[in-house]
């Protein structure tokens, strides 16, 4: 909503034209056309819910989905794939290439015992819980920029949940700030990933995305505070469903 609302503001500041409304028919007549094409969603997330194939798979299926469509509409012929798959080898060539480096780094924290040593610290050093929360955010949101969410789950997850749980979190509650804490990482410089295959699917620098993001950067942040601080925003589906 935060963010909603400053997409609003900046279409009101910079006076964006506005479209004329369109008449329910016409909504209907395209909603037919998108149909199949929206159905790629349900078909990927009720997939994941209902257990039939896990999120990576889903990815596989939505591609193949998606070519499938391409052919039939004719958007995509094939002698197309050649450009497509190669454009695609290269964009996953250099997200490969930093969850591989992120994959290093996380060995090396291993090695070294870094995790232990923030958690021993943070113990040592804090007594205020809303100061720990506030430190242990500030260090997922520095592991997210070099770090990719996977080896970064399995890394700190031990390490952090005993201590929030000995200061009364939810582990339910920690589990969403973390992940939010790691999806933000994923957009932020210098290993954000997401951040790389958006570049590489708009076709403009790393460089050119980060400025305009930066609001959003900052939206996702006060976000982030809002649900570490008040859990009621963040547990209340949870409980509702009795987790």
Not at 40 to 57: H, K, Q, R, S, W
């Amino acid at each position: 909503m935060l963010s909603w609302g400053y997409i609003a503001f900046v279409a009101i500041t910079r006076k964006f034209s506005k479209g004329d409304r369109a008449p329910i028919s016409l909504i209907w007549k395209y909603f037919r056309k998108a149909f199949f094409s929206l159905l790629l969603l349900v078909i990927v997330v009720g997939g994941i819910v209902a257990g039939i194939f896990t999120a990576t798979e889903a990815s596989a299926i939505a591609v193949l989905y998606a070519a499938v469509l391409a052919l039939i509409y004719g958007d995509v012929k094939p002698k197309d794939f050649s450009s497509i798959l190669l454009t695609s080898a290269k964009t996953t060539a250099v997200v490969m290439f930093l969850i591989c480096t992120s994959m290093a780094m996380s060995w090396l924290f291993s090695f070294e015992g870094i995790p232990e040593l923030i958690s021993s610290f943070l113990l040592e050093q804090f007594s205020n819980k809303i100061v720990i929360f506030l430190v242990i955010n500030l260090v997922l949101l520095i592991i997210g920029t070099f770090m990719d969410m996977t080896p970064a789950v399995l890394i700190f997850t031990p390490i952090f949940l005993p201590v929030v749980v000995a200061l009364g979190m939810d582990p339910v509650h920690f589990g969403i700030v973390l992940v939010l804490n790691l999806c933000i990482g994923l957009c932020t410089p210098p290993v954000g990933t997401i951040l790389f295959v958006g570049s590489g699917v708009a076709n403009v620098s790393v460089s050119q995305v980060i400025k305009p993001l930066i609001p959003f950067l900052v939206i996702m942040v006060v976000v982030l505070l809002l649900i570490t601080y008040i859990p009621a925003i963040s547990m209340y589906l949870p409980r509702l469903l009795g987790l």
